[in-house]
């Protein structure tokens, strides 16, 4: 071998961990682990524990609807509007927990990433999970709030699984994505915080879609954003199946194809960026 190959060589960067690693049943044990730590991490010390984390979309429930409900009327026509508002927070508390806490997730964990040979994917997982742990309880919640309030069981509470499955495939792609950009590009938290600002009330979620009725394509817009649809299905298949679904107001289950092929894009671009950018994230640190 030549001098100059030599060198070429002796120079080459060393790559650290791919996203997976090559080893996906690691990379599950790690997350679940880590994301169970992080749920219990989150509570130690806490008199009150898990109320804590109840009580944030409670008391954004309780402000929301005294002003939109009662003193604006919101939500006047609709049935079950206090499960639906409940819910809608529910949502949305989680989609930020889990794409905000994966902002800087790697950064956060600065030592962990620099130190120990790990699947990368496993931190932004990790986030995802421990926000869906949260998720899980709170859906609790709203459904003893939901029969406290009238709604009845119904068969298209059966629509649960795959809403949770299209919600934390969305959470999960924007979260991958975020975390992987933020290693270089620092401006992306106050602009994720106010993308989520702004998501919330192009939400459905303080106010029912039909309040948009005179605004045909605002109400089809608004679905067409995947938290959108995946919000008004929830209200559709676990408050009240006589309201609208998402593909009716839409117009068509083929106009359902935008919002779907936008939570799978979103998927797909968050775990291709993160898998590029895992195996030189510990040097761009």
């Not at 806490?46 to 944030?56: A, E, I």
């Not at 079950?80 to 508390?93: C, D, K, M, N, R």
């Not at 106010?207 to 929830?234: C, K, N, S, T, W």
Request: charged share 15%; proline share 5%; with cysteine.
């Amino acid at each position: 071998m030549s001098a100059h190959a030599e060198r070429v060589d002796f120079g080459r960067q060393i790559q650290g961990p791919s996203a997976l690693a090559g080893d996906p049943r690691r990379f599950l044990d790690l997350t679940l682990t880590l994301a169970f730590q992080e749920f219990k991490l989150r509570f130690f010390g806490s008199v009150l524990g898990y109320l804590w984390q109840l009580m944030r979309p409670l008391m954004l429930f309780g402000v929301l609807y005294t002003v939109f409900s009662l003193a604006l009327r919101a939500g006047a026509g609709i049935r079950y509007f206090p499960a639906v508002l409940l819910l809608g927070i529910v949502i949305f508390t989680f989609f930020a927990e889990a794409t905000g806490g994966a902002v800087t997730a790697v950064v956060d964990r600065e030592n962990l990433v620099r130190k120990i040979q790990f699947p990368r994917l496993v931190v932004p997982a990790a986030v995802v999970l421990t926000a869906g742990f949260n998720f899980a309880l709170n859906l609790v919640v709203v459904a003893i709030f939901a029969l406290a309030t009238g709604v009845r069981p119904h068969w298209t509470w059966l629509e649960l699984p795959l809403i949770i499955c299209l919600l934390a495939m969305l959470a999960l792609g924007i979260a991958t994505l975020l975390s992987a950009l933020y290693v270089r590009f620092r401006d992306l938290k106050p602009i994720w915080e106010v993308v989520l600002q702004l998501t919330f009330y192009a939400t459905p979620i303080i106010y029912p879609i039909e309040a948009l009725h005179r605004h045909e394509f605002l109400q089809r817009l608004e679905l067409f954003f995947p938290l959108g649809m995946i919000v008004q299905q929830a209200r559709h298949a676990l408050i009240d199946p006589g309201a609208a679904s998402a593909a009716s107001q839409i117009g068509g289950w083929d106009r359902m194809v935008v919002p779907l092929a936008l939570i799978a894009g979103i998927f797909v671009l968050g775990l291709w960026v993160f898998n590029r950018e895992a195996p030189r994230i510990a040097e761009d640190l």
